[in-house]
């Protein structure tokens, strides 16, 4: 008898439960075709164009201000009436002046009927010390993939992350220092409880990142507290990067140094340094004395050096103390997608090369020679980081299928010309402009190169790509040529998609490289002198993300504070 009751108590929870989902259900807010639409926190009014609803400056959080600054994210308090959701935001940096903070996201979906859209989920880049959610116009993008598009803004530089001891008196993710990490989970938990309302499928979520955003991602498929929030990931030139929460400290505290001593807080920085270095009462509230704008340029821009502007704490919490080397994924379909010339615009930024125009370079006869070089070794380095070297790692431990990208349009001086192949080629981000059709990631001009039929059809053929992705959780489909996944013993490694003013094409590589494949090859490298080489490695080549094995092979100095 008092199994059968159980039982019959079992069953009555169970009804209970399905009669309070179709409730649930039946209040739920539903999408319905226009630029109006509810959200669990109240209504948003956005606008039309282009045959695209756009909802702008969407609050997924609370601004973290005050005591919030560096906190996890606060949920957005309700409010009556219909909010306006028309202009994009940005969060606090240098780069933009004086902005808000504010934790938002744009939101793109075409302008129909259609319900359960993937959701494409995007992280922009910036070193994560700069950029906004505008980095990617989205309305072209979304109607081609047919997918509910969505790009956020996070916390950035030490308002996004900061590692010194004083802040860890919060929750254990808190203590990490990894705050744009949690701004990201907090994104995707709203994203979970309110995108139905726009057409989207709460179910079906691709992560997605450019530069920073792209080793976003890949911080995000090793980290436990995004377990279950996504079903796909997709890294646009993004590696594998994490900093040692200690190391990083000293390197916070050496950049607010200055600011204490200025304030009169310590008479010099040896002793402000090392102040900062401590966990009181009284460096905390020095810290929150602090304003945006003031921590906002605590650091200059750091050109893909880690120890410029450390991030990606390991504190086991949020990253594990091991890093990528723990193994243990959020195991997801995995495309990275980078172009083949990733160096050059980091590489043309740098002394001796800034100083000169891309024409003034390109016609330069002593400094052309040692850009090429510079510019061939670094982006070989630096595309092996973003790609085939994090797929190598991956492989033994994940399940899912991971698909890796090499894009080579844009180094073909016929189809673009000269002088854009020869300083610009296929890169970092290209693949912002070749979503969008814009030049958007970086400011390269070079309009009418972007204008082309040739990029048109790359475009249409990576979207293509995307939009199958979205769908199905594989990249194939009819009329594009076949995509391989890696395998266990890593015999596929690229796809190289390029593009003429006919057609753009698509095959897969075998072939591996290694750091010291390429090393040895610009060894051997004749091109320019010994002692140039020696220059550029020395001073353009050091202290990358991708550099280390650069730096240990030549003896490079370590960037890091000591």
Not at 362 to 384: A, I, N, R, V
Request: with cysteine; proline share 5%.
């Amino acid at each position: 008898m008092k199994r059968t009751h159980v039982m019959r108590l079992f069953l009555a929870a169970i009804l209970v439960l399905a009669v309070s989902s179709a409730i649930f259900a039946d209040e739920a807010p539903k999408y319905e075709a226009n630029i109006t639409q509810p959200t669990i926190s109240g209504t948003l009014k956005g606008f039309e164009k282009d045959g695209v609803f756009h909802w702008f400056g969407v609050s997924y959080a609370q601004p973290p201000v005050g005591s919030l600054r560096w906190k996890a994210p606060a949920p957005v308090e309700p409010w009556d009436g219909i909010q306006d959701a028309t202009e994009s935001l940005a969060a606090t940096q240098t780069a933009y002046g004086d902005e808000n903070g504010s934790l938002t996201l744009d939101i793109y979906r075409p302008a129909n009927d259609k319900t359960g859209l993937p959701v494409f989920f995007y992280i922009h880049g910036g070193n994560n010390q700069t950029g906004r959610s505008s980095a990617l116009p989205a309305t072209e993008f979304t109607k081609d993939v047919d997918s509910v598009v969505i790009s956020i803004n996070h916390r950035l530089g030490l308002l996004g992350f900061i590692s010194l001891p004083a802040l860890r008196h919060g929750t254990p993710e808190e203590n990490s220092g990894n705050f744009a990490m949690l701004d990201f989970a907090a994104a995707l938990d709203w994203v979970k409880d309110n995108i139905a309302s726009f057409g989207g499928n709460p179910a079906n979520i691709t992560i997605s990142g450019s530069s920073s955003g792209g080793r976003d991602v890949m911080a995000m498929l090793i980290s436990p507290i995004m377990k279950g929030k996504f079903q796909k990931a997709i890294s646009f030139s993004g590696g594998m990067t994490t900093a040692d929460p200690e190391m990083s400290a000293k390197v916070d505290a050496k950049h607010l140094a200055p600011l204490a001593v200025s304030k009169g807080v310590k008479a010099n920085e040896d002793e402000a340094y090392s102040w900062l270095l401590t966990d009181g009462d009284d460096v905390r509230e020095f810290l929150y004395s602090l304003s945006d704008k003031e921590l906002a340029g605590a650091f200059g821009g750091a050109a893909i050096r880690m120890a410029a502007f450390p991030h990606h704490y390991t504190d086991g919490v949020v990253i594990p103390k091991e890093g990528y080397g723990a193994k243990v994924y959020n195991d997801v379909p995995v495309l990275m997608v980078n172009g083949d010339r990733e160096f050059s615009l980091f590489c043309k930024g740098s002394e001796p090369f800034s100083k000169l125009s891309n024409s003034e370079l390109f016609k330069d006869e002593k400094l052309f020679p040692l850009y090429k070089f510079t510019d061939k070794y670094g982006s070989l380095m630096y595309g092996y980081f973003n790609g085939e070297e994090s797929a190598a790692k991956m492989i033994e431990d994940y399940k899912s299928p991971i698909y890796t990208c090499l894009i080579s349009w844009g180094d073909n001086p016929e189809i673009t010309s000269p002088e854009y192949a020869g300083i610009v080629g296929a890169y970092h981000c290209i693949t912002t402009p070749l979503m969008t059709g814009i030049t958007a990631s970086f400011s390269v001009g070079y309009e009418d190169i972007y204008a082309s039929q040739s990029r048109k059809n790359v475009s249409n053929m990576l979207n293509a790509y995307y939009k199958n992705f979205f769908y199905t959780d594989n990249p194939n489909g009819e009329g594009l040529p076949r995509w391989d996944f890696w395998t266990k013993e890593g015999i596929t490694t690229q796809l190289i998609i390029d593009a003429d003013n006919e057609k753009a094409t698509a095959v897969m590589s075998e072939e591996h490289t290694s750091y010291e494949k390429i090393l040895d090859a610009m060894d051997a490298d004749k091109s320019i002198s010994d002692e140039d080489k020696a220059v550029m490695i020395r001073t353009v080549l050091n202290g990358r993300w991708f550099s280390t094995a650069v730096d240990e092979r030549y003896g490079n100095e370590s960037l890091w504070v000591k």
